[in-house]
Structure formats: structure tokens, C-alpha cells
């Protein structure tokens, strides 16, 4: 009887124990929306461990200083503050946590302060909301940091015998995978040759644009932005990963890529689902088996996408090699021709760029076009930068962008402060760690508060305020080792997509600002952010978009 009382209660803690953790470490497998949870394995007892060690501080190496200088108490988690497992439990479940991560990261950040631990059953996570202890943490990292458990990701690749991508692979796996991609897209320069390419799909979502908004029957508005710019997100890293077009600008979206993006809706729609599906004990799966089979389902088609557009590139190549041809092209062709990874690895790589590529952009586009609207005298300077840069009609490349010092700080501005569209990142430790005075044990999950620091007035004046001209002062606001705000990540397991993000929504929005006047539509109301494993619009965002060559002078 005891034995059955007390079996409802671990399942209970264990499910607890994967969700809560997932949700906290919003980003960590997954990174871009993700899916399973699995508990963290940081046993209570390890928590007690370096309790009242004593440190000398570095200063206190002579006698002199000894002498002055007072023994620093490395302090035990049991020490630090934070919320509790029962607190967490009220808060996730009874007032909608999971859709407000990032306010409750300012509001544990402010209650406990800028590292706080959450205690999940018998396991923890650290919260660590301080620019330069983030900093710490990043820059001790070893040679292959790991983000968080991706057991759930695993699994369905032993399943199914596929290879691991950048972000589900791990040690020395994942660093021959990254030392051969980061050669490729890493730097600006790498990705400039794909300006043609990305301008190609501008063109369309400009064309877009006007369509969508002749539908309606003010003739300016285009409702949802944020359906346009997925479409466009997604139809411009096809562009670069599969080198091809999909046709998702197109007014018939072809069947297959349809097909394509409802698995990736269903990835991403059913987030707490697929959360659940690594968050649920193996064994529980017989009687609660949707969220594990939606999460096959959906990485079935991702993978069934990818391999399409794969092998018919890799049938392309053969085919002009037998026929003597030179063989050209971008990325993929390049990954085909030297094979430095092997095809299941190039599958694998492309399906998790393509997932983490779109929402990111996506989401951020939005927001950015949203604060636009919001502020006409900055978009206004910003298309007056555009316009005296560029002269009337260029289309922009990537080798005028550093021209365009506000374009960059409008997405400095929106992706950086705003809306980091990951608003956490996590990490594991992989070493015994101090970290603002705590023993941290190795093996314990971190998760570092970007949303907080990038909206801490301490590291950005006036925080709150929407101001893209911040980036263009050469203060210390834009250094590369700001860690207020490193929306892509730091080191060596960052961002591989930065670049080719960066590239289009830098093209997409210097062109619509030359094209259009973005104002925010009547039938939009106040869209404030609500987190769904990323930082997204808690509804939909209608903007108008009026043509320039409609506006009259007075108008302007
Ligand atoms: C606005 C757009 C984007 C944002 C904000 C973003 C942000 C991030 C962040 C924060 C990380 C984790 C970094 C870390 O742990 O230090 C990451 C990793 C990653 N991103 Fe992005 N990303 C974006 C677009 C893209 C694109 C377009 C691609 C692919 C074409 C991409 C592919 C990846 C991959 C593969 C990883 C895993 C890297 C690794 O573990 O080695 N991302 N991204």
C-alpha cells in the first residue's frame, strides 16, 4: 500500500522536476523553441558539498596584505536564495508561468537577486542575472561547453539512426562538426556571398507585402506580420542551407513545403507537448503516449525535408560530374563535395539550423517592424540614414550594412534589448565553479538571465527606452564583450547562424524601410511579449505598411 501511495507521488516529482527545469532553462536543448524536458541530475546532497570553505582572495598573498585583508567564505548553495519547489509549483501551473518566463526572471532576479537558485524536488537550477558573473562563467568555459540534458533528442535519433546536428551533439562529436562549419559561416565576410541570394527572396517578401496589404480594405495593412516574416525567415535560410527556393512567398505554398512547415508548427505550436514528451518518464509513455509520438512526428518531417532537399542537391553534383562540369555553389555544395562530415551528419546539421533559424528571425523581425511603428521620428531617422547612405533606389547589400551603423542598432536594439528572442540560455557546468561567492558543483544547470541583464539599468541607461542610436555611440554599450546583452550566445558554442540572421533581417529591413512608412494598424492593440520557449508577440502584430511613394511631403 505504501508502495502504491508512493508511486503516483514520484511520477508526480519527476514530472515536475523535467517541466520546471525545462522551463527555466527555456532555451538550453533546444535553443529555439524546445522540446523535451529530462531532470537535470543534481542530487540535493551536492548541494552541502565546499559548505564554509575558506578562500584567500588573490590579494591577500603577502604578509602585509594578510594581515588587512579579511578571509572570504566561499558560501554553500544551501545558502543561496531563491524561490521554492512549492512557490515554483504555484506559480508555473496556477498563474501561467510558462507563458511569462522572462518577467519572472525580473521578478526572482529583484525578490533574491542576480543569482538565485530554483529547487525543483530534489533538483536545482542556478539563475545567474549578473552581467559580469555571466561573463565569468562564459569565458571559463573549457573546449566543448554543453547547454543542457538533451536525452530526448538523443533517443529519437538512436530510434530512428540518424546523426546528432551543432545543437543536440556534445563533446568531441560536436567540436569536429563546429570546427568544420565555423570555417563556412562564422564571420560577416563568409556569409556577404550569399547577399544575392537573400536579396532574391527581399524582393519576394516586398512583393508580399503589397499583395497582402491590396487584400485589405484599407489597402496598407498586412495582418500578422509575424506570419510573413516565418515565411520569409524560413524561405531565406532555405535559400542558403538547401540552395533552392520553397515557394513560401509565393501565393500556392507547393504542397511539400507545407507539409514541412506543419511539422515545424507542430515542433513549435505544441511546445508545452513536446516538452512534455521528454519531461514523462520512459515507462509512462504507454498510458500518456501523445507528446512522445507528436515529437517523433514532428522531427520525422523535419528530417524528411532536409533529406529531400539534400539528396536531390548531392543528385545535382553527381550528375554534373559526370559530365565534366565545374561544380559551383554555396554551403551545402560545399559541405557535399568535401564531405569533411559525413551525409547523415549534413542531414542533421541542416535539419537543426533550419528549425533554429526561422522563429529567431521571424520573432525579431516582427518585434523590430513593431517598434518602428511604434516610433515614426526613429524610423524616420533611420530611413533618412538609408536613404543619404544608399541614394534613392539601391538595393542594399551586405557590403554597404556597416554603412548603415542604424540599421545595425535598430536590430542591436531590438534583439540585443528588447526582445531577446531567447531570453536564457543555459549551460552545464562541466568543472567545480565559484560564482559570486557560491560553490557551484559540477554537473549543475545554469541558466544565464539575459532578459534581465539586457534590461538592467545598470548596464543599459534608461533600459526601457526604445533607442537604436545607443549602439551607434561608441560607448561601451557595443563591445563585443558586453555581456549585458549577447542575444547569439559567446564562445565557442555560439550562434553558428548569427551571420546569415543578421544578413537577412538587415537586408529585409533596410528594404522595407526604403519602400514603405510602417505605421501600427488600428486593429492592432498593445502586444506585449509572452514567452513559448522563445519570446514571442502574445498576439498578433497588424501593421500598416504605407508605400514612400504615396507620401507627400507634409505627410512625411
Ligand atoms: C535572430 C536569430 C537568432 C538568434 C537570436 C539565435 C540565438 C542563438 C543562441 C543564443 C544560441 C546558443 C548560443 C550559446 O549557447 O552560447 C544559438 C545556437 C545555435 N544557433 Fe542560433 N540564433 C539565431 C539564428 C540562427 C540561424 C539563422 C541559424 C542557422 C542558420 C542558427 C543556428 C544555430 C545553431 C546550429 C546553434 C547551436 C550551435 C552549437 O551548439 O554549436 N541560429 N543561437
Known amino acids: 500500500m505504501a508502495m502504491l501511495r508512493r508511486f503516483p507521488i514520484t511520477c508526480w516529482k519527476n514530472f515536475q522536476v523535467g517541466l520546471l527545469n525545462e522551463q527555466l532553462v527555456f532555451l538550453s536543448r533546444s535553443l529555439h523553441k524546445s522540446a523535451a524536458s529530462e531532470a537535470l541530475e543534481i542530487p540535493a546532497t551536492a548541494e552541502e558539498a565546499m559548505s564554509g570553505r575558506l578562500v584567500q582572495p588573490a590579494a591577500a598573498e603577502t604578509d602585509d596584505k594578510q ?54 524536488g530534489p533538483q536545482l537550477v542556478v539563475s545567474i542575472a549578473d552581467r559580469d558573473l555571466v561573463a565569468e562563467v562564459l569565458r571559463a568555459e573549457g573546449v566543448a561547453p554543453q547547454r543542457a540534458n538533451m536525452e530526448s533528442w538523443h533517443e529519437y535519433r538512436d530510434m530512428r539512426g540518424r546523426a546528432t546536428g551543432l545543437i543536440s551533439a556534445e563533446g568531441e562529436e560536436w567540436l569536429q562538426m563546429r570546427s568544420v562549419l565555423r570555417q563556412l559561416i562564422m564571420r560577416p565576410r563568409d556569409v556577404a556571398v550569399f547577399s544575392d541570394d537573400v536579396n532574391k527572396v527581399v524582393d519576394d517578401l516586398i512583393k508580399r507585402v503589397d499583395c497582402l496589404r491590396g487584400q485589405q480594405s484599407d489597402g496598407t495593412s498586412v495582418m500578422n506580420v509575424n506570419d510573413l516574416f516565418f515565411k520569409y525567415a524560413m524561405e531565406g535560410v532555405a535559400a542558403i542551407l538547401y540552395e533552392c527556393r520553397l515557394g513560401c512567398l509565393e501565393n500556392n505554398v507547393p504542397q511539400k513545403t507545407q507539409d514541412y512547415i506543419a511539422a515545424l508548427n507542430l515542433m513549435f505550436s505544441s511546445f508545452k507537448t513536446t516538452m512534455y514528451a521528454g519531461a514523462i518518464p520512459k515507462w509512462l509513455r504507454p498510458i500518456i503516449p501523445k507528446p512522445w509520438e507528436e515529437f517523433c512526428a514532428s522531427w520525422d518531417g523535419l528530417f524528411k525535408f532536409s533529406i529531400i532537399h539534400v539528396d536531390n542537391r548531392f543528385a545535382e553534383i553527381k550528375a554534373q560530374l559526370q559530365r565534366g562540369e565545374e561544380v559551383k555553389g554555396g554551403l551545402l555544395t560545399h559541405m557535399l563535395t568535401t564531405m569533411e562530415m559525413s551525409l547523415e551528419e549534413i542531414y542533421a546539421n541542416v ?20 517598434l518602428l511603428a511604434q516610433h515614426p521620428d526613429v524610423q524616420e531617422q533611420i530611413y533618412a540614414e538609408v536613404t543619404q547612405t544608399l541614394g534613392p533606389g539601391t538595393v542594399p547589400t551586405a557590403d554597404n550594412v556597416p554603412r548603415l551603423p542604424l540599421i545595425r542598432g535598430l536590430v542591436k536594439e531590438t534583439l540585443s534589448r528588447l526582445f531577446p528572442v531567447l531570453p536564457g540560455n543555459g549551460r552545464i557546468t562541466q568543472d567545480d565553479l565559484v560564482v559570486g561567492g557560491y560553490f557551484i558543483p559540477k554537473g549543475t544547470q545554469l541558466a544565464l538571465c539575459h532578459y534581465s541583464t539586457s534590461m538592467d539599468n545598470e548596464n543599459f541607461a534608461s533600459a526601457s527606452e526604445f533607442q537604436p542610436d545607443r549602439w551607434v555611440r561608441k560607448e561601451a554599450t557595443d563591445r563585443v564583450d558586453n555581456f549585458g546583452s549577447i542575444p547569439f550566445g559567446y ?32 486593429l492592432t492593440t498593445e502586444v506585449k511579449a509572452k514567452t513559448h520557449g522563445l519570446l514571442c508577440p502574445g498576439a498578433p502584430i497588424n501593421l500598416q505598411f504605407i508605400g514612400r511613394e504615396n507620401l507627400t511631403d507634409s505627410s512625411l
Not at 355 to 364: K, M, N, Y
Not at 497 to 504: D, F, H, K, V
Request: hydrophobic share 40%; charged share 25%.
Open 67 to 120: 594581515s588587512t585583508v579579511s578571509e572570504t567564505r566561499i558560501k554553500s548553495l544551501t545558502e543561496m536564495p531563491g524561490p521554492n519547489t512549492l512557490s515554483n509549483l504555484i506559480e508555473f501551473f496556477w498563474r501561467d508561468g510558462f507563458g511569462r518566463i522572462h518577467e519572472i526572471q525580473l521578478e526572482h532576479t529583484k525578490k533574491y537577486g542576480k543569482i538565485f537558485k530554483s529547487r525543483f
Open 491 to 522: 564562445g565557442i558554442r555560439s550562434c553558428i547562424g548569427r551571420r546569415i540572421a543578421e544578413l537577412e533581417m538587415h537586408l529585409a529591413l533596410t528594404r522595407l524601410i526604403q519602400h514603405f512608412r510602417i505605421g501600427v494598424s488600428p
Open 351 to 370: 535539419t537543426e539550423m533550419l528549425l533554429a533559424g526561422v522563429d529567431t528571425t521571424s520573432f525579431t523581425l516582427s518585434w523590430a517592424c513593431y
